[in-house]
């Protein structure tokens, strides 16, 4: 079984400044992680991937991620916030014997204040 | 990029009526569709696992009689909420797998979501 925990339900930056947004999980084989960004109303957005290989991840909109198992981390970062990173972040995780059956966080909220 | 389809994007019915969401895989083939259901400011609850021929899987404590999904071909996947209840009420979303590459560390691609009120 697979579980993921995502550490602030919200998070709120100033535009300009840096974006980290937590995220751990727990597996019992070696995960295949997620990140995915929700807007209002829409559904769910890939932003990253880490699968194999390179433990640094870069996405779309400029967010990376590190996955380091020995944290079981794979935090989510943005150098600089924009207004338009407002939006809700899932970080979700998914087993090789539970293809697609993604198990996902509950979410944080990011805010991006002027 | 793969783009997924689903249908109506909001819908109102009254107690008692059944509504049919569907979900289409517009230009690839989805051998496996997924439904959610996402209540406000929460994260998304797989209700079942659709593939393409088959009978749908239920997550427990979800009721197949209920919530009827359809998969009969490799780009349409239904889901059917029958005699509606105020509680139904919720954000229903599907999410498909391209037949191309593993499905084990295939992304999900997602459908914009049913915003479904039930009075």
């Known amino acids: 079984a697979q579980s993921v925990t995502q550490l602030g339900s919200h998070v709120s930056v100033s535009e300009g400044a840096l974006v980290l947004l937590r995220c751990n999980y727990s597996?019992?084989?070696?995960?295949?992680l997620f990140w995915y960004v929700q807007y209002p109303n829409q559904g769910l957005q890939l932003l990253l991937k880490?699968?194999?290989?390179?433990?640094l991840v870069k996405g779309i909109n400029g967010f990376e991620a590190e996955f380091k198992k020995s944290e079981t981390s794979f935090h989510l970062t943005k150098p600089s916030a924009h207004m338009s990173d407002a939006a809700e972040y899932f970080c979700?995780?998914?087993?090789?014997?539970?293809?697609?059956?993604?198990?996902f966080g509950d979410g944080t909220t990011l805010t991006v204040k002027p | 990029g793969a783009v997924v389809s689903q249908h109506p994007s909001w819908v109102i019915c009254k107690s008692g009526t059944s509504v049919k969401i569907e979900c289409r895989s517009l230009?690839?083939?989805?051998?496996?569709m997924f439904w959610y259901r996402q209540f406000p400011k929460q994260s998304l609850m797989l209700m079942a696992t659709?593939?393409?021929?088959?009978?749908?899987?239920?997550e427990q404590g979800v009721e197949k009689d209920k919530f009827l999904i359809n998969h009969a071909s490799l780009t349409l996947s239904t889901l059917t909420v029958t005699s509606a209840h105020p509680e139904d009420s919720s954000f229903y979303i599907c999410?498909?797998?391209?037949?191309?590459?593993?499905?084990?560390?295939?992304?999900?691609?997602f459908g914009n979501g049913t915003r479904l009120t039930v009075t």
């Open positions: 999410s498909a797998i391209s037949m191309t590459g593993s499905s084990y560390n295939s992304p999900l691609h």
């Open positions: 597996s019992s084989v070696p995960p295949y």
């Open positions: 880490y699968t194999t290989g390179a433990t």
């Open positions: 979700a995780v998914s087993v090789f014997t539970n293809a697609g059956k993604s198990t």
């Open positions: 230009d690839f083939q989805a051998t496996t």
């Open positions: 659709s593939n393409e021929g088959s009978k749908a899987t239920y």
